[in-house]
């Protein structure tokens, strides 16, 4: 399973951008899929997961009522769209796959696969 994220830019604080997450070789549309993201010196910790069918939708305090997660699985995609942006939101995003699991998780480890990150620099 590969992971291909794109959509990162420079944007003002306030402004918004679109993630998008391509999932591509062996990949099953029954899994959850989830947003990470690490900052300059920080650890990296969750944004926002989705369930196998959309149907959940989990999202880290720091980021709710401003970040959207969705997926189309006909296309394999994932995406997080992200509003109202913060000089604190500035990070390297990762999208994750669970390798079989349905449900949604905060954990890193229960992420089999992830992809190689999208920067994304929000300037006050």
């Known amino acids: 399973v590969q992971l291909q994220a794109s959509g990162g830019g420079l944007v003002q604080a306030g402004g918004s951008l679109r993630l998008s997450c391509a999932a591509s070789?062996?990949?099953?549309?029954?899994?959850?899929m989830g947003w990470f993201r690490q900052a300059p010196g920080k650890e990296r910790e969750f944004v926002a997961a989705?369930?196998?069918?959309?149907?959940?939708?989990h999202y880290a305090d720091s980021v709710k009522g401003r970040f959207t997660i969705s997926r189309d699985n006909a296309k394999k995609m994932v995406y997080l769209q992200m509003i109202s942006l913060k000089p604190e939101d500035t990070a390297v995003y990762y999208c994750a796959s669970r390798s079989r699991a349905l449900s949604y998780s905060v954990f890193e480890y229960e992420y089999a696969y992830w992809g190689q990150g999208t920067l994304v620099t929000v300037s006050s």
């Open positions: 070789g062996r990949t099953s549309n029954n899994v959850a």
């Open positions: 989705i369930n196998w069918n959309g149907a959940g939708t």
